[in-house]
């Protein structure tokens, strides 16, 4: 599958879904997920309020107001222009760029912060090298990526969600396989933490998030 090819089933697929979607997963601070405010807010101390920070694949700009909300610089990119609809409706005053997260147009070394929130999850796994890659070129040395996608091996395929004509497979990855890959693209890997499954939640796998920094340079 090309580049074009997955990109633009994603994008077909998320704009269909857009409205749905953002009524499923309310802008409300992660409510019912403290264990993911906690982390969260350890990435966000780590940050720190200075360097601008990236929420890439930002959807309808949830987890985006809540960085905001914690005094971060953030801002959103998203390839699906449904999506970025209802992010700026939502969270007036930030900044939404359409885009692709593989092809990122940002300086090397100009964020603090780049957040992958349950967005590389439609990358196929030979492009995730490419990936982490730009995520390690455009952050700063001594900057930091939050990374969380659900944990497992099979993928999950999303038929017809809320009656919509489309569908895309949602990748599961083991955590110690996407540390390994953060690490060859030269990250520090800070944190890893699964959480488990939760049906309340309507989460039947376990749910991981990983922190890591670009390395300063090492002094001579
Ligand atoms: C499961 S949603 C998560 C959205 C948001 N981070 C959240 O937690 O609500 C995945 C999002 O990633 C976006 N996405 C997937 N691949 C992308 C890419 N290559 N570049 C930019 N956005 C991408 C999709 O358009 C979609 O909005």
């Known amino acids: 599958m090309t580049d074009a090819d997955f990109l633009t089933a994603t994008r077909t697929f998320y704009d269909a879904v857009a409205e749905d979607y953002a009524d499923h997963f309310p802008g409300d601070g992660l409510a019912g997920r403290p264990l993911d405010r906690a982390l969260i807010g350890v990435y966000a101390e780590l ?23 914690l005094g971060l610089r953030v801002f959103g990119l998203d390839l699906s222009e449904g999506m970025l609809a209802i992010a700026r409706r939502e969270n007036p005053g930030l900044r939404f760029e359409q885009g692709s997260m593989l092809e990122l147009g940002l300086a090397d070394g100009s964020l603090a912060g780049v957040v992958s929130w349950y967005s590389s999850i439609h990358t196929p796994v030979d ?5 982490f890659a730009g995520f390690h070129r455009v952050l700063a040395p001594g900057g930091h990526l939050l990374l969380a996608f659900q944990a497992g091996d099979a993928p999950r395929r999303h038929d017809r969600p809320w009656g919509h004509p489309v569908s895309l497979d949602f990748q599961r990855r083991r955590p110690e396989h996407m540390a390994d890959l953060l690490t060859e693209a030269g990250f520090a890997v800070v944190s890893r933490t699964v959480r488990e499954a939760d049906e309340a939640l309507a989460e039947p796998v376990p749910q991981a998030v990983l922190i890591a920094r670009r390395p300063r340079k090492a002094t001579p």
């Open 47 to 69: 940050v720190g309020r200075e360097g601008a920070v990236a929420d890439l694949g930002c959807g309808p700009g949830r987890l985006t107001g809540y960085l905001a909300s």
């Open 127 to 131: 492009r995730l090298p490419s990936l």
